[in-house]
Protein backbone atom coordinates (compact mmCIF):
# COMPACT_ATOMS: atom_id res chain seq x y z
CA UNK A 1 0.00 0.00 0.00
CA UNK A 2 1.18 3.21 -0.57
CA UNK A 3 2.53 5.41 2.77
CA UNK A 4 1.96 8.63 3.85
CA UNK A 5 2.60 11.42 1.83
CA UNK A 6 3.65 14.39 2.72
CA UNK A 7 5.33 18.15 1.00
CA UNK A 8 6.75 20.12 0.48
CA UNK A 9 10.12 18.27 2.14
CA UNK A 10 11.97 21.16 2.74
CA UNK A 11 10.72 24.86 3.27
CA UNK A 12 12.71 27.63 4.36
CA UNK A 13 11.03 31.10 4.90
CA UNK A 14 11.68 34.39 6.80
CA UNK A 15 9.84 34.85 10.12
CA UNK A 16 6.34 36.59 10.18
CA UNK A 17 5.98 34.66 6.14
CA UNK A 18 3.17 31.77 6.02
CA UNK A 19 3.46 28.48 5.02
CA UNK A 20 1.78 25.34 4.41
CA UNK A 21 1.87 21.70 4.23
CA UNK A 22 0.26 19.28 2.75
CA UNK A 23 -0.47 15.30 4.11
CA UNK A 24 -2.27 12.78 2.61
CA UNK A 25 -2.77 9.86 4.97
CA UNK A 26 -2.73 6.03 3.77
CA UNK A 27 -6.54 5.29 2.26
CA UNK A 28 -9.31 4.51 4.39
CA UNK A 29 -6.91 5.44 7.46
CA UNK A 30 -9.75 7.21 9.35
CA UNK A 31 -7.46 9.51 11.92
CA UNK A 32 -4.77 11.61 10.79
CA UNK A 33 -2.14 13.55 13.09
CA UNK A 34 0.42 16.35 12.81
CA UNK A 35 3.50 16.06 15.05
CA UNK A 36 5.82 18.62 15.32
CA UNK A 37 9.52 17.47 16.42
CA UNK A 38 12.25 20.19 17.19
CA UNK A 39 15.49 19.37 17.76
CA UNK A 40 16.45 17.18 19.83
CA UNK A 41 12.87 16.69 21.12
CA UNK A 42 10.74 14.26 20.72
CA UNK A 43 7.56 14.39 18.33
CA UNK A 44 4.53 16.60 20.07
CA UNK A 45 1.21 16.56 19.12
CA UNK A 46 -0.06 19.29 17.44
CA UNK A 47 -3.64 18.41 16.25
CA UNK A 48 -5.69 15.26 15.25
CA UNK A 49 -8.34 14.30 13.02
CA UNK A 50 -10.97 11.51 13.27
CA UNK A 51 -12.45 12.22 9.37
CA UNK A 52 -13.10 15.59 9.07
CA UNK A 53 -13.69 16.35 12.82
CA UNK A 54 -11.01 17.54 15.47
CA UNK A 55 -10.36 15.11 18.25
CA UNK A 56 -7.64 16.88 20.08
CA UNK A 57 -5.39 20.68 19.37
CA UNK A 58 -5.31 21.27 22.97
CA UNK A 59 -1.17 21.95 22.03
CA UNK A 60 -2.44 23.87 18.69
CA UNK A 61 -1.07 27.63 18.94
CA UNK A 62 -4.08 28.82 17.26
CA UNK A 63 -2.88 32.20 16.91
CA UNK A 64 -0.31 30.97 14.28
CA UNK A 65 -1.24 28.10 13.42
CA UNK A 66 -4.32 26.15 11.50
CA UNK A 67 -5.16 23.00 10.03
CA UNK A 68 -7.93 21.30 7.69
CA UNK A 69 -8.70 18.12 6.45
CA UNK A 70 -12.36 18.98 4.48
CA UNK A 71 -13.38 15.98 3.02
CA UNK A 72 -11.97 13.66 5.59
CA UNK A 73 -8.72 12.22 3.20
CA UNK A 74 -5.73 14.53 3.07
CA UNK A 75 -4.82 17.39 5.58
CA UNK A 76 -3.57 20.95 5.08
CA UNK A 77 -1.28 22.40 8.18
CA UNK A 78 -0.62 26.40 8.10
CA UNK A 79 1.69 28.84 10.21
CA UNK A 80 0.98 32.24 9.21
CA UNK A 81 3.11 33.97 10.86
CA UNK A 82 5.75 31.90 11.06
CA UNK A 83 8.29 32.41 14.33
CA UNK A 84 11.87 31.37 14.55
CA UNK A 85 10.77 28.90 16.97
CA UNK A 86 8.49 27.09 14.58
CA UNK A 87 12.01 25.53 13.14
CA UNK A 88 10.93 22.14 13.13
CA UNK A 89 10.28 19.13 11.06
CA UNK A 90 6.25 18.79 10.89
CA UNK A 91 5.06 14.53 10.76
CA UNK A 92 2.37 13.99 9.50
CA UNK A 93 0.66 10.46 10.36
CA UNK A 94 -2.21 8.16 10.29
CA UNK A 95 -3.86 5.15 11.85
CA UNK A 96 -6.84 3.60 11.27
CA UNK A 97 -8.60 3.84 14.93
CA UNK A 98 -11.64 5.57 15.13
CA UNK A 99 -12.00 5.96 18.81
CA UNK A 100 -11.75 3.58 21.88
CA UNK A 101 -8.80 1.37 20.61
CA UNK A 102 -10.97 -1.94 20.81
CA UNK A 103 -9.07 -3.45 17.85
CA UNK A 104 -5.69 -4.62 18.51
CA UNK A 105 -3.00 -2.34 16.81
CA UNK A 106 -5.66 0.46 15.74
CA UNK A 107 -3.57 2.89 17.30
CA UNK A 108 -0.23 2.33 15.49
CA UNK A 109 0.43 4.68 13.63
CA UNK A 110 2.31 5.45 9.78
CA UNK A 111 4.40 7.96 9.26
CA UNK A 112 5.38 10.71 6.32
CA UNK A 113 9.19 11.54 5.77
CA UNK A 114 8.04 14.97 7.63
CA UNK A 115 8.16 18.34 5.98
CA UNK A 116 11.83 20.58 7.54
CA UNK A 117 10.98 23.96 8.37
CA UNK A 118 13.86 26.38 9.06
CA UNK A 119 12.44 30.10 9.86
CA UNK A 120 15.32 32.83 9.31
CA UNK B 1 -1.77 13.07 31.76
CA UNK B 2 -0.30 10.09 30.08
CA UNK B 3 3.53 10.48 29.63
CA UNK B 4 7.00 8.53 29.35
CA UNK B 5 10.53 8.52 30.05
CA UNK B 6 13.59 7.86 28.24
CA UNK B 7 16.22 7.97 30.54
CA UNK B 8 19.30 8.51 28.21
CA UNK B 9 19.15 10.85 25.68
CA UNK B 10 22.44 9.24 24.32
CA UNK B 11 23.70 5.77 24.18
CA UNK B 12 26.98 5.12 22.75
CA UNK B 13 27.97 1.14 22.25
CA UNK B 14 30.19 -0.72 20.21
CA UNK B 15 29.32 -2.89 17.41
CA UNK B 16 28.41 -6.70 18.54
CA UNK B 17 27.74 -5.31 21.55
CA UNK B 18 24.36 -5.66 23.80
CA UNK B 19 22.19 -2.77 23.99
CA UNK B 20 19.26 -1.86 26.24
CA UNK B 21 17.10 2.02 25.76
CA UNK B 22 15.13 2.57 28.70
CA UNK B 23 11.60 3.77 28.61
CA UNK B 24 9.71 4.25 31.72
CA UNK B 25 5.47 4.87 31.33
CA UNK B 26 2.59 7.04 33.60
CA UNK B 27 0.32 4.18 35.17
CA UNK B 28 -2.93 4.12 33.33
CA UNK B 29 -6.55 1.45 33.07
CA UNK B 30 -5.29 0.65 29.51
CA UNK B 31 -1.39 0.62 28.33
CA UNK B 32 -0.56 0.10 24.78
CA UNK B 33 3.24 0.83 23.88
CA UNK B 34 5.61 1.26 21.06
CA UNK B 35 9.09 1.56 19.65
CA UNK B 36 9.37 3.79 16.98
CA UNK B 37 12.90 4.26 15.15
CA UNK B 38 13.84 7.23 13.04
CA UNK B 39 16.81 6.76 10.76
CA UNK B 40 18.44 10.34 9.82
CA UNK B 41 16.12 12.61 7.27
CA UNK B 42 13.34 10.36 7.70
CA UNK B 43 10.23 9.81 9.20
CA UNK B 44 9.64 7.42 12.02
CA UNK B 45 8.57 3.80 11.76
CA UNK B 46 7.22 0.91 13.89
CA UNK B 47 9.70 -1.51 15.49
CA UNK B 48 7.53 -3.33 18.26
CA UNK B 49 4.03 -2.86 19.87
CA UNK B 50 2.65 -3.65 23.38
CA UNK B 51 -1.30 -4.56 23.18
CA UNK B 52 -1.68 -7.06 25.31
CA UNK B 53 -0.43 -10.70 25.90
CA UNK B 54 2.84 -11.90 26.66
CA UNK B 55 5.27 -9.36 28.19
CA UNK B 56 7.93 -10.11 26.08
CA UNK B 57 7.49 -8.63 22.51
CA UNK B 58 9.69 -9.03 19.55
CA UNK B 59 10.23 -6.61 16.92
CA UNK B 60 11.61 -6.06 13.40
CA UNK B 61 15.66 -6.13 13.02
CA UNK B 62 15.90 -8.18 15.99
CA UNK B 63 15.16 -5.96 18.78
CA UNK B 64 12.57 -7.17 21.30
CA UNK B 65 11.13 -4.84 25.01
CA UNK B 66 9.40 -6.10 27.71
CA UNK B 67 6.55 -4.53 29.61
CA UNK B 68 7.30 -4.55 33.38
CA UNK B 69 3.71 -2.99 35.09
CA UNK B 70 5.24 -3.15 38.17
CA UNK B 71 7.98 -1.11 36.87
CA UNK B 72 5.75 0.32 34.98
CA UNK B 73 9.37 0.00 32.01
CA UNK B 74 9.01 -0.75 28.51
CA UNK B 75 12.90 -1.32 28.33
CA UNK B 76 14.32 -2.08 24.25
CA UNK B 77 16.97 -4.34 23.82
CA UNK B 78 19.16 -6.06 21.70
CA UNK B 79 21.80 -8.29 21.89
CA UNK B 80 23.75 -7.22 19.31
CA UNK B 81 24.21 -4.19 17.45
CA UNK B 82 25.04 -3.32 14.28
CA UNK B 83 26.57 -0.33 12.40
CA UNK B 84 23.25 -0.21 10.99
CA UNK B 85 21.28 0.03 14.03
CA UNK B 86 22.56 3.56 14.38
CA UNK B 87 19.10 6.06 14.87
CA UNK B 88 17.54 7.72 16.96
CA UNK B 89 14.74 5.66 19.32
CA UNK B 90 11.30 7.12 20.16
CA UNK B 91 9.00 5.07 23.28
CA UNK B 92 5.24 5.72 22.97
CA UNK B 93 2.71 5.34 24.90
CA UNK B 94 -1.29 5.29 24.30
CA UNK B 95 -4.10 5.09 27.08
CA UNK B 96 -6.51 3.73 25.13
CA UNK B 97 -7.69 6.48 23.22
CA UNK B 98 -6.58 7.70 20.19
CA UNK B 99 -4.00 10.01 21.68
CA UNK B 100 -0.48 8.72 21.62
CA UNK B 101 2.19 10.41 23.11
CA UNK B 102 6.04 10.16 22.44
CA UNK B 103 9.08 10.20 24.62
CA UNK B 104 12.16 12.75 24.15
CA UNK B 105 14.04 10.12 22.51
CA UNK B 106 16.99 8.06 22.66
CA UNK B 107 20.33 8.47 20.12
CA UNK B 108 21.95 5.18 19.64
CA UNK B 109 25.80 5.03 18.47
CA UNK B 110 26.72 2.29 17.41
CA UNK B 111 30.48 2.55 17.17
CA UNK B 112 32.93 0.60 14.52
Known amino acids: EAGVAQSPRYKIIEKRQSVAFWCNPISGHATLYWYQQILGQGPKLLIQ????????DSQLPKDRFSAERLKGVDSTLKIQPAKLEDSAVYLCASSTSTGWVKTAGANVLTFGAGSRLTVL | AQSVTQLDSQVPVFEEAPVELRCNYS??????LFWYVQYPNQGLQLLLK??????LVKGINGFEAEFNKSQTSFHLRKPSVHISDTAEYFCAYSGGYQKVTFGTGTKLQVIP
Open chain 2, 50 to 55: YLSGST
Open chain 2, 27 to 32: SSVSVY
Open chain 1, 49 to 56: FQNNGVVD
